[in-house]
């Protein structure tokens, strides 16, 4: 008796100390940078302008959905290749709605806990780009 006591009591402490998009979603997306042509080189700006992540499509990166306590992350991607007109796309962070899941699961701890950790938002998982030929 005393151990499903205590078990029910874990329980429920883990629930309230946890949020609920950060049990659901996640702080951290694989998203794939694809493109036509293929064989384009990419480069990922973060909002500070610092290059995270570069390399020639179809390929695969981590990025992180959050920026800071209840900050989005913001992505520049910038794709260029010979013959080809270079080109410019976004990837923002939009919220995730497991985070308002709080309000019934995770109490006001899991309010603070997701923006803390980035999980209150999320990312597309896909970022596509056609070039323009040059004229």
Same mark, same amino acid.
């Given at each position: 008796?005393?151990?499903?006591?205590?078990?029910?009591?874990?329980?429920?402490?883990?629930?309230?100390?946890?949020?609920?998009?950060?049990?659901?979603?996640?702080?951290?997306?694989?998203?794939? #940078?694809?493109? %036509?042509?293929?064989?384009?080189? &990419?480069?990922? $700006?973060?909002?500070? /302008?610092? @290059?995270?992540?570069?390399?020639?499509?179809?390929?695969?990166?981590?990025?992180?959905?959050?920026?800071?306590?209840?900050?989005?992350?913001?992505?520049?991607?910038?794709?260029?290749?010979?013959?080809?007109?270079?080109?410019?796309?976004? #990837?923002?962070? %939009?919220?995730?709605?497991?985070? &308002?899941?709080? $309000?019934?699961?995770? /109490?006001? @701890?899991?309010?603070?806990?997701?923006?803390?950790?980035?999980?209150?938002?999320?990312?597309?998982?896909?970022?596509?780009?056609?070039?323009?030929?040059?004229?």
């Amino acid at each position: 008796m005393l151990d499903k006591i205590i078990v029910t009591l874990s329980l429920v402490t883990l629930l309230f100390l946890t949020g609920c998009a950060s049990i659901v979603s996640k702080s951290e997306y694989p998203v794939t #940078v694809s493109s %036509k042509p293929s064989e384009v080189m &990419f480069r990922i $700006l973060d909002s500070e /302008g610092q @290059i995270i992540a570069s390399g020639k499509t179809p390929a695969v990166v981590n990025l992180k959905s959050g920026n800071g306590f209840f900050i989005s992350a913001k992505y520049v991607v910038k794709f260029e290749k010979e013959g080809y007109q270079p080109a410019v796309t976004n #990837v923002n962070g %939009k919220i995730d709605g497991w985070y &308002f899941g709080n $309000l019934i699961f995770g /109490g006001p @701890i899991g309010l603070l806990i997701d923006p803390a950790t980035g999980a209150m938002w999320k990312i597309d998982k896909n970022v596509y780009v056609e070039l323009l030929p040059n004229e």
